[in-house]
């Protein structure tokens, strides 16, 4: 079946510049998590959307982040002014219950 | 606030022969456990994870861990490893109230030499 899918698989932007980073779940899940991945930090928590409910933001590193999801479903990371620390791998779950489960392959940001 | 500590960085192995990967945490609180492997370029993918009960918990691909409270310890064990489980693993560590807040350690890259 399908998995967790996320777009673009690859993104190189000059600093400064926004960008979006979209994330499909599996179909049905209510859980949706948004992690990072970079050298220097390695894994970390951003955000968790579970349903309705207000999203846990405690992981967002700055104010220029942020991320949505649309009818229980599709989530979009955006991260406005980018700057070269926020270069790393995006990685998005879905899961039913309260841990991350399935990942996607993950969205490669690369800040010029 | 809890951590998690992954001491090898890199643990080769021979085909066939057993593997443990080790997994530390420090936390003041009821934690829950999980190991999840990354092959290249992919996502992760759980493997396993303690919640409750039986210490000793069977996840996929053959895997095992076993929660030692006492030792705080969650060490991952394959008795006989194939050229396929060749992989970065992270353990991870969340609170009770919070478990999708995961804190991974710096990973385990497993290589496995036929």
């Known amino acids: 079946g399908a998995g967790v899918s996320q777009s673009p698989s690859n993104k190189v932007t000059e600093k400064g510049k926004d960008v979006e980073l979209r994330c499909d779940p599996i179909?049905?899940?209510?859980?949706l998590y948004w992690y990072r991945q970079s050298l220097g930090q390695g894994l970390e928590f951003l955000i968790y959307?579970?349903?309705?409910?207000?999203?846990?933001k405690s992981g967002l590193p700055s104010d220029r982040f942020s991320a949505e999801r649309t009818g229980g479903s599709v989530s979009t990371l955006t991260i406005q002014r980018t700057q070269q620390e926020d270069s790393a791998v995006y990685l998005c779950a879905s899961s039913f219950g309260y841990q991350p489960q399935h990942f996607g392959d993950g969205t490669r940001l690369s800040i010029l | 606030a809890q951590s998690v500590t992954q001491l090898d960085s890199q643990v080769p192995v021979f085909e066939e022969a057993p593997v443990e990967l080790r997994c530390n945490y420090s936390s003041s609180v009821s934690v829950y456990l999980f190991w999840y492997v990354q092959y290249p370029n992919q996502g992760l993918q759980l493997l396993l994870k303690y919640l409750s009960g039986s210490t000793l918990v069977k996840g996929i691909n053959g895997f095992e861990a076993e929660f030692n409270k006492s030792q705080t310890s969650f060490h991952l064990r394959k008795p006989s490893v194939h050229i396929s489980d060749t992989a970065e693993y992270f353990c991870a560590v969340s609170e009770k109230d919070s478990s999708y807040k995961l804190i991974f350690g710096s990973g385990t890259r497993l290589l496995v030499r036929p």
């Open positions: 959307f579970q349903g309705n409910s207000a999203p846990d």
């Open positions: 179909s049905g899940h209510t859980a």
